[in-house]
T-cell receptor, first 116, second 108 residues
Framework: DTEVTQTPKHLVMGMTNKKSLKCEQH?????MYWYKQKAKKPPELMFV???????INESVPSRFSPECPNSSLLNLHLHALQPEDSALYLC???????????????FGNGTRLTVT | KNEVEQSPQNLTAQEGEFITINCSYS?????LHWLQQHPGGGIVSLFM???GKKKHGRLIATINIQEKHSSLHITASHPRDSAVYIC??????????FGEGTQLTVNP
């Protein structure tokens, strides 16, 4: 069982839809991350939140909009996506302050997104 | 050349065999992570190390900072160890850089 919970597990959406991915952790971690992973490739960092503030945006298109309502929750709002955005979206958290990546990452099981 | 290179890319073993996966990196690091990803997608952090050796059950991870090399060993391998194993490095104030992963299949 993972301590980082992601919902939904699977999502199919059209290019005109608006949907949200959700991530929750109750380990007291203050750094939370969104990664995108294509098949047979390593994860690619999208966003990092540190103490509920966005600290890293890896030049992600504006059709992806992250939100951190509180220290336990992380959302990824999706709008006007393209078929090439289909991927596994992974949430992670860690104790790290900022984005120094010097403590273990705890990953969720991911949301498998298909854009039609 | 990638900053983090893993070998082999694919590895097939028989149950009970001793397995080694290697990771070489070309940048200065503050820590190296070994991660495990099962077909369902979830990633588990196995080890984070910056020197020496760590052991957890049948898994052992070593790192040689001078040679910029790390190994992940699995003793008495089991079919449930079948997964993708990913090496990743972190540098101070920088991003986590991932290797391409090693697909391990352990046959009964």
């Amino acid at each position: 069982d993972t301590e980082v919970t992601q919902t939904p597990k699977h999502l199919v959406m059209g290019m005109t839809n608006k949907k949200s991915l959700k991530c929750e952790q109750h380990m007291g971690h203050r750094a939370m991350y969104w990664y995108k992973q294509k098949a047979k490739k390593p994860p690619e960092l999208m966003f990092v939140y540190s103490y509920e503030k966005l600290s890293i945006n890896e030049s992600v298109p504006s059709r992806f909009s992250p939100e951190c309502p509180n220290s336990s929750l992380l959302n990824l709002h999706l709008h006007a996506l393209q078929p090439e955005d289909s991927a596994l979206y992974l949430c992670a958290s860690s104790h790290s302050k900022g984005a120094s990546y010097n403590s273990p990452l705890h990953f969720g099981n991911g949301t498998r997104l298909t854009v039609t | 050349k990638n900053e983090v290179e893993q070998s082999p890319q694919n590895l097939t073993a028989q149950e009970g065999e001793f397995i080694t996966i290697n990771c070489s990196y070309s940048v200065g690091i503050s820590a190296l992570h070994w991660l495990q990803q099962h077909p369902g997608g979830g990633i588990v952090s196995l080890f984070m190390l910056s020197s020496g050796k760590k052991k957890h059950g049948r898994l052992i991870a070593t790192i040689n900072i001078q040679e910029k090399h790390s190994s992940l060993h699995i003793t008495a391998s089991h079919p449930r160890d079948s997964a993708v194993y990913i090496c990743a490095v972190s540098s101070s104030g920088s991003r986590l850089t991932f290797g391409e992963g090693t697909q391990l299949t352990v046959n009964p």
